[in-house]
């Protein structure tokens, strides 16, 4: 076997190993949910959940308020996404065609507050919506994660804009294309495979906050998923058949999220490729 093999082959087992590594947990908490409760703490780990049983779902399900937990962290989720995806957008946009005053103040500015991490900002955050008589408010909570995602969302979608030829718009332009157009049927086109990869990063975000949600929301009824996840764990214990299926069933949507964007990401970047 020459050099070159021999690496490929290591590679490839150094891969290999590297998603099973991050594939197990994974599969371990899918395995568990769906094993009976006895064998749930078992010291003996088993590796297929045979005799398999849904009554852990069932359980979880079965919690108060289940339904109404899901509306609210997918009105929160998906106004997130649509938000942070339209002003990062534009933003993007005028900050890779258009040269202003303070234009590198915005680009540094945006680039400093993804240094802060998010935690730090809870108390500043909570006294803002508190003064906008906002808490307790699934708007509050938009607004927050809007906050956090529309910086980064900016930041990767001018690097995108700024890898466009200016003469494809111009070219645009010559043919009679108004802004309008020439932003809907040319850069929004190129600029796919960005848009989808941050609406990924913005439905993460949202989806899977428990701080912010935690912290401003002092009503069960405005709760949102990875809130109720944690009332599975009581003063008198923790409900683990019930809390791993029911963080199995949290995870679903983003996994679905993920397969749906992942396909229009791969189309978006051979389309790109073609037309750029």
Do not use: C
């Not at 082959?9 to 599969?27: C, D």
């Amino acid at each position: 076997m020459t050099a070159k093999g021999r690496n490929r082959v290591l590679l490839n087992i150094g891969g290999s190993v590297f998603v099973l590594v991050w594939a197990f947990p994974l599969y371990w908490m899918v395995n568990t949910a769906f094993k009976p409760q006895h064998d749930i703490l078992t010291t003996t780990p088993k590796f297929l959940p045979f005799p398999l049983t849904l009554a852990n779902f069932a359980d979880a399900v079965g919690k108060p308020n289940f339904g109404h937990y899901v509306v609210n962290s997918l009105i929160v989720t998906l106004s997130v996404v649509v938000v942070a995806t339209v002003v990062g957008f534009l933003a993007a946009l005028a900050l890779a065609r258009f040269r202003f005053v303070g234009r590198r103040a915005i680009l540094v500015t945006i680039f400093g507050i993804q240094m802060i991490p998010a935690p730090a900002l809870v108390i500043p955050m909570f006294l803002t919506m508190k003064n906008l008589h906002l808490l307790n408010n699934l708007l509050s909570l938009g607004l927050t994660y809007t906050a956090f995602v529309v910086p980064l969302t900016i930041w990767i979608l001018r690097g995108f804009a700024q890898g466009i030829p200016v003469e494809l718009e111009e070219a645009a332009r010559l043919d009679g294309a108004s802004p309008g157009q020439v932003i809907r049927h040319v850069m929004l086109p190129l600029l796919a495979p960005g848009i989808i990869a941050t609406s990924i990063f913005a439905f993460i975000t949202a989806w899977n906050d428990y701080i912010y949600a935690y912290v401003m929301m002092k009503d069960d009824a405005h709760y949102t998923l990875p809130v109720w996840l944690a009332t599975f764990s009581t003063n008198t214990g923790t409900d683990y058949a019930g809390l791993i299926a029911g963080s199995t069933l949290f995870a679903l949507p983003a996994v679905v999220f993920f397969l749906i964007a992942q396909t229009r990401l791969t189309a978006g970047m051979t389309a790109g490729a073609v037309k750029g």
